[in-house]
């Protein structure tokens, strides 16, 4: 129960307010260091896979090698959906946005497996396969059924991004191309309490099943403000046009005190560290494939933007220049932050067992500030009251 009493104190967002204990992963917002477990993400990036990583999360140590191979086979083996879920798909207007595709699809799992186990580390790990396994094949699916086509079969013979990549653009991706892929997830898959990351804890606490627990994350993550972003920096970098006009954008928008999409972050007070990598593997795919016309654009407003606003802490995040990557790698502009949520299930569902591990519901408290007690108004006297 309640022990001491509550400081009453309004904190809008939370804003430092540490509301869990975790493990999982640490940010030194004025450095720009991240970490999962303690492994600098450069290491990570350099070094692992996305599947090795989303081992470590979760359970909280790099497998060994027949830990990692047990993994990627399970994963591989549950990589199919029912056809009820295709079937589903089918009926979901080809206009909607894959990331409500996505939620709607996620929380759908739910019907098809008992919810009531989630103390029992078998469940969890079966849990975990099916997420991490079937995600990607949902975004690839809805993107073909959009398209008025039946989704193709993931391929046994293919790794985990590279089968992604296949089951979306139906051809085997250049092994550069699918390498990048799975270092983009790496980068993606965690980064503590952020919004959607919050959320899902949130619903953890109540011990709803794992995936309501995603669904709710997913929701959460389309917001603009959140995973939406990466999408939403394409569009201003193709608004710009060319890198001259950069400055002249940048001033407009701050006048009318428009957010820049890609920058700012309520942890970094320098530039996000996801964002520099990010930047060296959309050169890496420059240098093979051509470059984006839209790379000098991005560059010319990350400079003149530093600017204008690194004075205030606000430099590129990890969505300013994803979208380049991931365009580069024929990913649709509406499937950006589809792929990030591809990602971050893994450190959704790192929170989800940590959660688990040391449950309290989340209840916070409020101000209230609404009417104090009233004595009821029959209708016959009431006025139409203006509500905004
Ligand atoms: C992600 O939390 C995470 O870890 C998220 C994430 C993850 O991996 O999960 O890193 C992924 O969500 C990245 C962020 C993607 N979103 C965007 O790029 C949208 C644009 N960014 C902003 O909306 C904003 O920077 C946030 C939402 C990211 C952070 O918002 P905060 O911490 O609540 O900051 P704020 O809105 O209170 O702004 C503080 C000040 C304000 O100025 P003042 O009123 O004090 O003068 O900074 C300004 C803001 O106007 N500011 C910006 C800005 N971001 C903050 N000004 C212009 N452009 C921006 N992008």
Not at 37 to 42: F, Q, S, T
Not at 52 to 72: C, H, N, V
Not at 154 to 169: G, I, Q, V
């Amino acid at each position: 129960m309640q022990t001491k009493p509550i400081e009453m104190t309004l904190r809008p967002g939370l804003e430092g307010v540490p509301v869990t204990q975790s493990s999982i992963c640490d940010i030194d917002g004025a450095k720009g260091n991240l970490s999962y477990r303690g492994y600098p993400i450069g290491d990570l990036t350099a070094q692992s896979s996305f599947l090795e990583i989303t081992y470590l999360l979760i359970w909280g140590e790099l497998p060994s090698p027949q830990q990692l191979r047990d993994f990627e086979g399970e994963v591989q083996m549950h990589r199919r959906m029912s056809f009820r879920v295709r079937d589903m798909m089918k009926c979901f207007p080809a206009t909607g946005h894959p990331m409500d595709a996505l939620q709607a699809s996620a929380a759908s799992l739910g019907l098809f497996y008992s919810r009531r186990a989630i103390d029992k580390p078998e469940y969890i790990y079966d849990a975990v396969v099916r997420l991490i396994a079937k995600i990607p094949t949902m975004v690839a699916a809805f993107q073909l059924i959009r398209k008025g086509q039946d989704p193709i079969q993931p391929r046994d013979d293919l790794a985990y991004s590279a089968n992604f990549l296949y089951m979306l653009t139906e051809r085997e991706p250049d092994p550069l191309a699918a390498r990048i892929l799975d270092r983009c997830l790496i980068l993606h898959a965690e980064h503590s309490l952020n919004a959607s990351t919050f959320s899902a804890r949130v619903t953890a606490s109540t011990l709803t099943d794992p995936y309501a627990v995603i669904a709710s994350a997913v929701g959460t993550l389309a917001g603009p403000l959140h995973g939406g972003a990466n999408e939403d920096v394409l569009a201003m970098l193709e608004e710009i046009g060319v890198p001259e006009k950069a400055g002249q954008y940048l001033d407009e928008a701050i006048t009318n005190k428009r957010k820049i999409m890609g920058f700012g972050h309520r942890e970094y007070r320098v530039k996000d560290p996801r964002a520099s990598i990010l930047q060296s593997l959309a050169e890496e795919l420059f240098a093979r494939f051509g470059k984006d016309e839209m790379y000098d654009v991005a560059q010319a407003v990350e400079l003149e933007a530093s600017k204008r606003l690194g004075a205030k802490g606000i430099y590129p995040n990890v969505d300013f220049y994803s979208g380049l990557v991931y365009r580069k790698l024929g990913i649709p502009r509406d499937l950006f932050t589809p792929v990030f949520a591809i990602s971050r299930v893994a450190g959704w569902l790192a929170h989800w067992r940590e959660q688990l591990g040391a449950n309290r519901i989340f209840r916070p408290s409020q101000i209230y500030t609404g009417m104090k007690t009233r004595k009821w108004i029959p209708p016959e006297e009431r006025n139409s009251s203006s509500v905004d």
